[in-house]
């Protein structure tokens, strides 16, 4: 193990250890038990807004050579399950220096928008959720780790009443086709360990390329969410929980690509400032919801509970 990764290791300890101790009282088993009774809880809700069944978001920076397979992949693997017309494929070009974006259009995305400067993935995700048109939004990688063929059951447990199904690399049903190196092994553990500085559930993966949502839980969520890089996962995840949402895990299927960007001391030491971040937002109220989204979502009990930091055992 290298030392940057050794010594984010050591700082997540830190962090997470005082956090559970500052918080420890009658007040977090509250909060505990309330997340994650809703968390489990699968409502019957009218059919998502939308004007076709499925959005697949796909963030993208510098694949001009990859984005037009991307593209094709997720029509042929899609193709059995929804219409050419009830599929809305959308590129986020996130700042590339190369035709990104152009070759998105001439593969036959349905919208493509493009950021002027690099902003993060969490960014990207955020612009092609509030610019989908989908009854279901998922959002996954544009090097396609998770193969097309597994998104029908994300939408379809979406469209059965859950308000949020999430991909998990560590579910044990998932199977792995490329493992990823061991660094990146070393720093998924680091970043689970860093994540319960912020949630309250026990999620076996919080990074998971590939997630969906019901489309006005979706726009809920990404129209308050402030984390523009890696951290926005956990983001998501807190706001999840403090909105009283409900979410399931999924096995997947995943082949690691030797592509990724990912750097594990630079990025966990940035998880480690958002995750701070959160926090800070969190208490100054930043998240509280306002009383047009209520009534615009009607899937809130509140705007101002649950409290971060509380411990998950």
Known sequence: MGVNSRRVEIIAAAVVGGSV???LGSRWQ??????????????GLPSAPGVVRLSVIVPAFNEEAQIPSTISSLRDGLASFVSRSDLEIVVVDDGSFDGTAAAA???????????????????????GVLAANGRSIVFTDADLSYSPEQ?????ELLE???????GSRRHTDTTTLVKARRLREVGGRVINLLTRAVLLGRY????CGLKGFRSDVARLIFSHTMVDGF???????HLIERYHLSLTEIPVTIENSSRSSVRVARDGLRLLRDLLRVRRWSVEGRYDLTANDLLV??????????EVGDPLN
């Open 21 to 23: 101790a500052t918080i």
């Open 231 to 237: 951290a926005f996962d956990v983001e998501v995840f």
């Open 204 to 207: 076996r993966d919080t990074q």
């Open 297 to 306: 979502t009607g899937t809130v009990k509140d705007v101002t509970t649950p």
């Open 105 to 127: 259009r001439s593969a036959g995305a349905d919208l493509v928008v493009r950021h002027d400067a690099n902003l993060g993935k969490g960014a990207a995700v955020r612009t």
């Open 160 to 166: 059965e009443g859950w308000d949020v199904v999430v």
């Open 151 to 155: 998104i029908p059951a994300l939408v």
């Open 30 to 43: 509250r909060g505990l038990s309330s997340v994650r009774s809703d968390l489990r809880r699968r409502r």
